[in-house]
């Protein structure tokens, strides 16, 4: 499982998250309390508004978590769902491929 530095700015896009795979996630945040994500592969738009959860998979469809080789958790404390002001502390989002499990 690999750590995903964030920068503790509301809005933000994070490039080449996985080796050899072009990936791009940007994360909004709206109604200034629920962070969203928008995944990208090869510079098309495979996932959009999908709300970031604390400690569940991000992803749920099957053929994307094959096709990137795994998928994205934000581990909180206490179950308080992911925001920025929290990134890196006691927020933080990680990568984990399909032979690691949560």
Known sequence: MNEIILN????QKI???VPDINLKIDLEL????I???????????????VPCKANLP???YPYIIKKIGGNFIFKTEKDNYPIYEN??????????TNKETM
């Open 8 to 11: 503790n700015s509301p809005n």
């Open 30 to 33: 709206y109604y200034n309390k």
């Open 58 to 60: 991000l992803i749920l």
């Open 15 to 17: 490039y080449n998250i």
């Open 87 to 96: 990134f890196n502390k006691t927020c933080k989002l990680y990568y984990f």
């Open 35 to 49: 962070m969203f994500m928008n995944l990208y592969i090869n510079d098309v738009v495979s996932l959009s508004n």
